[in-house]
């Protein structure tokens, strides 16, 4: 079975500066997908970034960039000038196939994160 | 112009009831999801159905059915339900690529007193 492991449960950072949460994984599987997602007080899902398993360049999505290591099975994420708007609870997530066109999300516990004005 | 509707937003309820979320998408998606989020926000999947047949049905008790009468709705119906069952409950969808994630409904808050 799939784990996905957030060790930080919450985080703060001052406004405008960086903050990277960390997120390991446990799989025996060669082709996955990795996915960041948000979640601010208004409980909507919101995809973040996603990450290819056999892709070796790190994806980035603006202000938000990921630090794959596919070998120590490693998947950060790194917020670049943090905004108010990023306090919220981050999960990162893996993909796999379940057969038939299904692929299922197993979530993390979750990062909560607090941006400090 | 919503791409994963669900209602109610929000459910409260007395124990032992039998209620009903309903989920539709109008992204063209086969395949869509029901997952539980607990009081601790942690997310878990119980069911997923592809084009109308089931595929996922995780350790959920049988008082919990989805039903799909097309692939563009998925609802969930629970009988008798329990104080355990307060959550909130995502319906996502998903399209043949996993590249793409999942794209969620904002959520049933279901409270049961």
């Known amino acids: 079975a799939q784990t996905v492991t957030q060790s930080q449960p919450e985080m703060s950072v001052q406004e405008a500066e960086t903050v990277t949460l960390s997120c390991t994984y446990d799989t025996s599987e060669s082709n996955y997908y990795l996915f960041w997602y948000k979640q601010p007080p208004s409980r909507q899902m919101i995809l973040v970034i996603r990450q290819e398993a056999y892709k070796q360049q790190n994806a980035t999505e603006n202000r938000f960039s990921v630090n794959f290591q596919k070998a120590a099975k490693s998947f950060s994420l790194k917020i670049s000038d943090s905004q108010l708007g990023d306090t919220a609870m981050y999960f990162c997530?893996?993909?796999?196939?379940?057969?038939?066109?299904?692929?299922?999300?197993?979530f993390g516990k979750g990062t909560k994160l607090s941006v400090i004005p | 112009d919503t791409a994963v509707s669900q209602t109610p937003k929000y459910l409260v309820t007395q124990m032992g009831n039998d209620k009903s979320i309903k989920c539709e998408q109008n992204l063209g998606h086969d395949t869509m999801y029901w997952y539980k989020q607990d009081s601790k926000k942690f997310l878990k999947i119980m069911f997923s159905?592809?084009?109308?047949?089931?595929?996922i049905n995780e350790t959920v008790p049988n008082r919990f059915s989805p039903k799909s009468p097309d692939k563009a709705h998925l609802n969930l119906h629970i009988n008798s339900l329990e104080l355990g069952d307060s959550a909130v409950y995502f319906c996502?969808?998903?399209?043949?690529?996993?590249?793409?994630?999942?794209?969620f409904g904002s959520g049933t808050r279901l409270t049961v007193v």
């Open positions: 996502a969808s998903s399209q043949g690529k996993p590249i793409y994630g999942y794209t």
């Open positions: 997530a893996f993909m796999r196939s379940s057969g038939a066109g299904s692929y299922q999300l197993t």
């Open positions: 159905y592809n084009n109308k047949e089931l595929i």
